[in-house]
């Protein structure tokens, strides 16, 4: 059985709702799932001081957090990460970069990888920032996974090629309905995973 680990970080909920639909067509698809979050490195008074954000972390706190062990246990890997300045955010960064160990000894190779992404307006780096994650998952000797253009549904939730990208209003809101594009790309991620295990096998 494929083994997906749904790799997120979410300071408003809305990258945790991504992981959640990625994870149940995932599962759908018939792998086995992980939902894991990057470990939070803000300052406790800055969560405070934002609502929303203190919710989520509330509503999260059993989420495990991912280790490096997850990485290497999963065949397929899918990241859910928000936009900081067309940037991955730093609490998914500083755990990228404690996978070295794992990347020294080839254990990140061919595995299957996507990623999606939200930022507050349609212009607001989400490509840039799937392709950040797809550098480090480059140097990992990964196999990336994008949507590209496989299923009309990457259309009704944006056009992006790289990885299912939403916008997030003011109110905390999706604008736009991308839960069955993140499924065809969880679903994608998988079946790409399943056959690079038969090409091993």
């Not at 008074?45 to 991912?66: F, G, L, M, Y």
């Not at 280790?67 to 991955?88: C, H, Q, Y």
């Amino acid at each position: 059985m494929v083994k997906t680990a749904i790799v997120y970080y979410s300071s408003g909920g809305t990258n945790y709702q991504l992981a959640k639909w990625a994870a149940e067509a995932a599962k759908e698809a018939g792998s086995e799932v992980r939902i894991l979050k990057a470990a939070e490195t803000a300052p406790q008074a800055a969560i405070e001081s934002n609502p929303a954000w203190k919710a989520n972390v509330e509503a999260t706190k059993d989420v495990p957090e991912v280790k490096p062990d997850d990485l290497e246990w999963a065949d397929a890997i899918i990241f859910s990460v928000p936009t900081r300045f067309g940037n991955m955010p730093g609490q998914m960064k500083n755990f990228l970069d404690t996978t070295g160990g794992l990347w020294a000894k080839g254990k990140l190779a061919n595995k299957a990888v996507s990623a999606m992404s939200s930022a507050q307006n349609p212009h607001g780096g989400q490509e840039a920032t799937i392709l950040s994650l797809y550098t480090t998952m480059y140097h990992w000797g990964a196999i990336v996974v994008a949507p590209g253009y496989t299923d009309p549904v990457i259309f009704g939730a944006g056009g992006n090629p790289y990885g299912t990208s939403v916008t997030v209003g003011q109110d905390g809101k999706m604008i736009e309905d991308v839960q069955a594009a993140v499924k065809h790309q969880a679903k994608r991620t998988v079946q790409v995973a399943r056959a690079l295990a038969h090409l091993e096998a």
